[in-house]
């Protein structure tokens, strides 16, 4: 039993998260008190993605023994995966004396705030896991991520680099860097940055959308058009496709169109940059300017710098 479980860890290590499953299995059907065996087939589930099925593992690896605390730990972060906000972090207080000084205690906790809104103590849990582990790669991602929202793109990008030179497969850290370069209007830096992502996965639905920005912003029209519908059907719900397919249309003059394709990214009320902007100018060109200042006055309630100047230019 204790060498199937054993066989179970080193198929784990080695990313053959089937085979491992298939020993841990097998380990408890020897012995259905195997906590050790229940929280690393936990684990292994949720390197699957099997979110709901390791979050069941793990409850049934702390019922076996109530101290096991990583067990508690694990569960944490797939009761935050999985919606139990309350249930991760009554975990997480249960288990924080413990785990004072783990930097994936700060990274899991430092999610939770960030998905509970607390911002700021999310930004304090995220110093903290790197303070205690420079090379905790996700939690500078992270951290990264809130200072790009923020508007703090040198902060941003030191934490996406870091991340970068720690793993240079770190796909969501090159495509954050992307954005950094599109804000900086540096098209060829940001395109090699989105064909790292894309010589690893072709299908990287982010940065084929991201690669088709910048060709747009750089008159490459039908490439741009191939890429972002390439996005879309691998990503079908994309309010930024949208709005970049919309910029194709209205690019080529297919006013009509690119409105519709600016609907759609309207209707899925997620914050995109300068939509509102576009559309307005859209309808403009359509000859409709009642619609244009309309719509432009919505984007000045949600900040969008393109509604507020053609607001300012065309509607007083």
Not at 27 to 47: H, P, R, T, W
Not at 145 to 170: C, E, H, R, T
Request: proline fraction near 3%; hydrophobic fraction near 40%; aromatic fraction near 8%.
């Amino acid at each position: 039993m204790q060498l199937i479980f054993l066989k179970g860890n080193v198929a784990l290590t080695q990313n053959n998260y089937s085979e491992a499953l298939r020993m841990y299995d097998e380990a408890i059907s020897k012995n259905s008190e195997f906590s050790d065996a229940y929280l690393n087939k936990g684990i292994c589930l949720m390197k699957l993605n099997r979110i709901n099925d390791a979050y069941e593992i793990l409850t049934e690896a702390i019922k076996i023994d109530p101290t096991l605390v990583q067990a508690i730990l694990v569960r944490s972060e797939a009761g935050l995966l999985s919606g139990k906000l309350n249930e991760a972090e009554e975990d997480l207080r249960q288990i924080q004396k413990v785990y004072k000084d783990s930097s994936r205690y700060f990274l899991i906790h430092g999610n939770l705030m960030e998905t509970r809104g607390q911002t700021p103590q999310a930004l304090a849990d995220y110093d903290r896991a790197v303070l205690l582990d420079i090379a905790n790669v996700e939690a500078l991602v992270n951290r990264g991520a809130i200072q790009y929202k923020m508007g703090l793109y040198k902060l941003a990008g030191k934490d996406f680099s870091d991340a970068v030179k720690i793993n240079p497969l770190q796909s969501e850290a090159l495509n954050n860097l992307g954005l950094i370069a599109i804000k900086n209007k540096n098209w060829k830096e940001a395109i090699a940055y989105f064909d790292k992502i894309l010589n690893l996965n072709p299908a990287e639905p982010l940065a084929l959308n991201n690669k088709g920005y910048v060709l747009l912003q750089t008159a490459q029209f039908p490439e741009a058009k191939k890429l972002i519908e390439r996005s879309l059907e691998i990503l079908p719900v994309n309010g930024y496709a949208f709005r970049n397919m919309g910029i194709y249309y209205q690019s080529i003059g297919q006013m009509d169109r690119a409105l519709a394709e600016y609907k759609k990214a309207i209707d899925l009320a997620d914050p995109v940059d300068e939509l509102y902007g576009l559309a307005g100018i859209a309808f403009l060109k359509s000859n409709d300017k009642s619609s244009a200042c309309k719509i432009w006055k919505q984007g000045i309630i949600l900040k969008d710098s393109v509604s507020m100047v053609e607001y300012r230019k065309n509607c007083n």
